[in-house]
């Protein structure tokens, strides 16, 4: 048996109808001049006779008498996981996010692996989509960044294509052969065993919170009530915007910020203004869940390694400069005070932390506890060359992720190619006006833009 962390434990057990908890990748090619009429017919009979590897080969395991994890699946029938769609004429974008949306919004069975692959035919312009998703207890943002390259290299190649379920010629198995000889309980003991930096970590964060202490990553739940901040429903809308990494890297540095500090800026502003013009604005600054990648070992992408910064962002009437560098004040003082502790004390702060938010949300009063943060606000580093799935060349890849716990937004962005993908998740029974939030992101962006011009 493989074994699971307390943060997979814990997506597993705050999941719900209403609150699915699996991360996905939207990924737009091109066809191949010549097969624009069977590419995806033959890329899916391809991929329908492939092996499956762990993790996609795995459910969980939640024998009695042993902490639970990852054990291999009786059977994988292909057909379960692998399905094909074609959008209606013309293909709109409009028609491919709704139907991302629905598909994004339905549960997974936990009777067989916890993964799906989508391949959506009938884009206009000789283009196809492929969705696929997976449940966040199987890995971080890295980890399925890791897995959607599988297919993929820098130059055109013929068949066959490697599916993303599939490990890479020649990858190492040592680390996945030491994962599965240790037990969960292990893994548990070795996350919560810095015993006296978490105690440090959490009385520090606690005198903070009465108002005691010096600078550093906010408290948690410090962060200011929204609406945003509710019980959430089980539909998904999906926005999807792009911008040009050169530019947000020129921004950064005509400010002497980093490019995580600009994506923050952006995202606060467009928050500011929609909160403003819908209701719910709050006086004090908002407050931004980031995800700290503490991920190590490039062997063994399975499993979560991440710890969780607080980033208290910029009040209400700041202007564009005076976010940005409001923002990267607040980013750098919770860098200092992250890296302050060792990675296992971090990590096992936050796991108690998160854990309880996720508990208090499979209970059912997630809605009640004070909340952890406003948005959770994530980037991903992708490959920076041109990729291709054989002859089809990959256009554009934006990350769609999970919603946490009475948190009805999540924005992860992904770069690729000179551009930056982002994926913008939210509950339409809360945050009605997505659109708007989207047009108020690309407002934010022209008004940074504008200032580094």
């Not at 207890?137 to 399925?144: E, Q």
């Not at 015993?195 to 964060?205: A, E, F, H, K, T």
């Not at 600054?285 to 700290?292: E, I, T």
Request: proline letters at 7%; aromatic letters at 8%.
């Amino acid at each position: 048996m493989t074994g699971m962390s307390v943060i997979d434990l814990a997506f597993l057990l705050a999941e719900t109808d209403d609150s699915p908890k699996h991360v996905a990748g939207l990924q737009i090619f091109r066809k191949p001049i010549g097969m624009e009429a069977d590419f995806l017919d033959r890329l899916y009979q391809h991929w329908l006779s492939s092996a499956v590897d762990p993790p996609f080969s795995q459910i969980p395991d939640f024998h009695l008498g042993s902490f639970p994890g990852w054990r291999d699946a009786p059977c994988v029938t292909l057909s379960d996981h692998l399905h094909r769609h074609d959008l209606p004429k013309p293909g709109t974008r409009s028609s491919l996010m709704a139907l991302v949306g629905r598909l994004h919004s339905v549960r997974m069975s936990p009777e067989a692996p916890l993964w799906e692959c989508h391949l959506i035919d009938g884009l206009s312009n000789n283009r196809f989509a492929v969705f696929f998703k997976i449940h966040h207890a199987y890995g971080d943002g890295h980890s399925i960044r890791h897995w959607l390259t599988r297919p993929l290299s820098k130059r055109r190649r013929r068949w066959p294509v490697q599916a993303y379920w599939q490990s890479h010629h020649g990858e190492s198995q040592g680390s996945a052969v030491l994962a599965s000889t240790r037990r969960g309980l292990d893994l548990a003991l070795e996350q919560i065993s810095p015993v006296p930096g978490i105690l440090q970590m959490g009385v520090r964060q606690g005198l903070k919170w009465l108002g005691v202490g010096r600078n550093g990553m906010v408290p948690p739940f410090s962060a200011p009530r929204t609406p945003l901040n509710t019980r959430l429903g089980p539909d998904r809308e999906i926005a999807l915007l792009r911008f040009p990494m050169e530019t947000l890297i020129r921004i950064g540095k005509h400010n002497g910020c980093t490019l995580n500090d600009v994506i923050l800026a952006i995202c606060d502003q467009a928050l500011t203004r929609y909160l403003a013009r819908y209701g719910g604005l709050p006086q004090q600054p908002l407050v931004a869940q980031v995800p700290v990648s503490l991920r190590e070992d490039s062997q063994n992408w399975q499993g979560n390694r991440v710890t969780l910064a607080l980033v208290q962002l910029a009040g209400p009437d700041a202007d564009p400069r005076q976010r940005l560098r409001a923002i990267h004040d607040a980013s750098e003082d919770a860098k200092r005070e992250v890296h302050g502790i060792s990675q296992a004390s971090m990590n096992g702060y936050i796991s108690l932390v998160a854990g309880g938010v996720l508990a208090a949300e499979a209970l059912g009063f997630g809605a009640s506890v004070p909340p952890l943060g406003n948005v959770l606000i994530s980037n991903v580093r992708g490959e920076q060359d041109i990729q291709y799935m054989a002859n089809a060349r990959l256009l554009e890849a934006y990350p769609i992720s999970t919603l946490m716990p009475s948190l009805a937004l999540n924005i992860t962005v992904h770069s690729y190619a000179g551009t930056l993908f982002a994926g913008l998740v939210c509950d339409p029974c809360v945050l009605r006006k997505l659109p708007a939030l989207a047009r108020y992101t690309r407002q934010a962006y022209r008004e940074l833009q504008g200032m580094a011009a």
